[in-house]
């Protein structure tokens, strides 16, 4: 493949409603929306009633933190990934209750926070250590650049 092949393939990669994850397991690659904002970030997924096995909700912090998430109005179970800021999978919760109010955290130092699927995490394999390719991560700390 020549060179303008890969900047093709590097750009469609990194679209703001695509996520890329990678790890031991292999790939993945999810359709998302963006909730960068704080009215965004506390609407979430509440309400929604099917996601589909490809689909996620990508939530993304000004910096890192600790953020925590419950499931208060959300109707369908939720695998979360907690992200650093280099696009590093920190922690996993598989299959987060509909209605629990109980906090649910990754711990310190998480910026992006991917919401999925119940079941999809254990199913593609996705643990610690995975990576994250989107164009929110700052490049420059990118464990997987777009550019790749």
Known sequence: MGLGGRMAFAQEACSPDTLDLRGPWGTARFSVELADDA???ARGLMFRESLGASEGMLFVYDRPGAPAFWMKNTLIPLDMLFITSKGEVQYVHDRATPGDLTPISGGQ????V???KGGMAGLL??????QVRHPSIDQGLAQWPCAE
């Open 125 to 130: 394999g996705v643990t610690p250590g995975s």
């Open 39 to 41: 009215a965004e970030r």
């Open 109 to 112: 130092g998480i910026q992006y």
């Open 114 to 116: 991917l919401e999925i």
